[in-house]
């Protein structure tokens, strides 16, 4: 059972445009979330979080929405850069089990000069 | 240097022979985990650890074993590896509210 879900395979867009991967989740015990970045040949890296308490987190060129309602989050790139083309996952957890984390299946993001 | 770092990079061997991967961090973390990368399923959590001597399941826990003996430390052992778990695993850790350090990860190959 995927309780965290990226549907989204890949993404293309232009250099300058605005980039928006989206999450899914199913278990409504989730309260922190979290983005991650991953080059080839690298582990993951963490880009930005965001806690149930919140809609919106931006740092720099990178915003977090998170809908509650919905079980949905996307992470918006705001202008997209070449260097920004990597895989991103977004991760899951309950604050209350720190040690558990549960990952998407990553968003494969190409940025096209 | 804030640094995660695993042992080897890369492992090619056959299925039954006992190998462990060893992962070491020197930030003085309390949480310790391991994750395994395969195509289509994004990263699964195999095992985690809240502090020294103190760990429990992920969601794939089968087939693999850790310890956690020193607070630095968290080898992860297979003791009769098969082929389905050939796979990139990824050693993390992280403080207390904070987010996770990845090592640059461990490709096996189990024949």
């Known amino acids: 059972d995927q309780q965290v879900k990226q549907n989204s395979p890949s993404l293309s867009v232009q250099e300058g445009r605005i980039s928006i991967l989206n999450c899914d989740y199913t278990?409504?015990?989730?309260?922190?979330f979290l983005w991650y970045k991953k080059y080839p040949a690298e582990g993951p890296t963490f880009l930005i979080s965001i806690s149930s308490i919140k809609d919106k987190n931006e740092d720099g060129r990178f915003t977090v929405f998170l809908n509650k309602s919905a079980k949905h989050l996307s992470l918006h790139i705001v202008p997209s850069q070449p260097g920004d083309s990597a895989v991103y996952f977004c991760a899951a957890t309950r604050s209350s089990n720190t040690g558990k984390l549960i990952f998407g299946q990553g968003t494969t993001l190409q940025v096209k000069p | 240097e804030a640094q995660v770092t695993q042992n080897p990079r890369y492992l090619i061997t056959v299925t039954g022979k006992k190998l462990t991967v060893t992962c070491s961090q020197n930030m003085n973390h309390e949480y310790m985990s391991w994750y395994r990368q395969d195509p289509g399923l994004g990263l699964r959590q195999i095992y985690y650890?809240?502090?020294?001597?103190?760990?429990d399941k992920g969601d794939v826990p089968e087939g693999y074993k850790v310890s956690r003996k020193e607070k630095r430390n968290f080898p992860l052992i297979l003791e009769s590896p098969s082929p389905n778990q050939t796979s990139l695993y990824f050693c993390a850790s992280r403080g207390l509210n904070q987010p996770q350090h990845f090592g640059d990860g461990t490709r096996l190959s189990i024949l």
């Open positions: 278990n409504s015990m989730f309260d922190y």
């Open positions: 650890s809240m502090n020294v001597e103190v760990t």
